[in-house]
């Protein structure tokens, strides 16, 4: 009876630990999920890559099925170590890369297109989210423009199927949140919605401009973020990349970093960040 009482206590009291925002490319595929595991972590969000990485040019929105098919492939073995949750990407970039060789209006409609079948995945249950976003480089005004009407389009698929968007943009500034949560809006989508990947501790301000902070989890970041509050989700961005091993952060990273969040007492904020927040910019379930 005892030993019972004990494993109930243990199962009610394992702690859930979510990356929202890893990739896996070809250095440790798996085995980086393992390591996930291993240090404690229990739910992870797997984002696919720019075509290039697929060694694809995509010369119309269609032709990312291939990526998006062969990303949901690889969540699905990820799912046998963790639970994993796929988000299909149209990485912002892709206007520079696909630009260049087909003409800047030509990218931005493959780039719309593929944003309408990422969200035909998402109605069809395959995949629970998207990405978008704009440059974090310096583009020309041309270039700018596409890229802000591109991720206004996934905003409004976002909108269409219910789903969130993690965005990938500039560097945080208040100005630049502020006008990327207004173009939301513009297409109906609650910037709660809108989760800013790569995010500083800027909890309080976020909560101001209405995006989700997905906080990187390097530095102090977490431990300032708690200091701030608790609507935040956090990631490491591991990227998978042999020529970069462990960039931007290695796996384990946010299983360490919640550790420390529970083991300073900001037990209820680990849980946030880790379940409930997940939960509510999802609508998936962590804590089943
Ligand atoms: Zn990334």
């Known amino acids: 009876m005892e030993n ?14 979510t990356d929202n925002h890893m990739h896996l490319y070809n250095n440790l595929r798996l085995k980086a999920l393992k390591q996930f595991k291993n240090a404690g972590g229990t739910h992870v969000f797997l984002v696919s890559l720019l075509s290039t990485h697929y060694d694809l040019t995509p010369l119309k929105g269609s032709d990312f099925r291939e990526i998006f098919d062969y990303h949901l492939k690889l969540v699905s073995q990820a799912n046998e170590i963790v639970r994993a949750f796929p988000v299909l990407a149209v990485h912002p970039a892709e206007i520079t890369i696909l630009g260049e060789k087909l003409g800047y209006e030509k990218a931005s409609r493959i780039m719309m297109d593929a944003l309408e079948l990422a969200g035909k995945y998402v109605e069809e249950g395959k995949a ?14 041309e270039v700018w423009n596409l890229s802000n009407r591109i991720m206004e389009h996934a905003f409004s698929v976002a909108r269409d199927v219910g789903c969130a968007v993690q965005i990938h943009t500039e560097s945080y500034s208040y100005r630049g949140m502020e006008e990327i949560a207004e173009i939301a809006r513009k297409a109906g989508l609650n ?20 995006l989700f902070p997905s906080v990187i989890a ?11 509050g608790r609507r935040f989700l956090v990631e490491t961005d591991y990227i998978d990349d042999i020529k970069r091993p462990g960039a931007i952060l ?10 420390e969040l529970y083991e300073m007492g900001y037990e209820d904020i680990a849980y946030k960040i880790c379940v409930e927040n997940v939960e509510k910019v999802y609508g998936v379930e962590i804590s089943v």
């Open 218 to 228: 390097g530095n102090d970041n977490v431990i300032i973020a708690a200091k701030e």
């Open 4 to 17: 019972l009482m004990e494993n109930l206590c243990e199962k009610s009291s394992k702690i859930l630990i």
């Open 191 to 210: 910037p709660e919605k809108v989760v800013k990947h790569f995010s500083p501790p800027a909890v309080k301000e976020f909560e101001k401009i209405g």
């Open 250 to 259: 290695g796996p384990k990273t946010v299983p360490r970093r919640v550790r």
């Open 128 to 141: 629970v989210a998207i990405k978008s976003g704009r440059p974090h480089y310096r583009v020309a005004r």
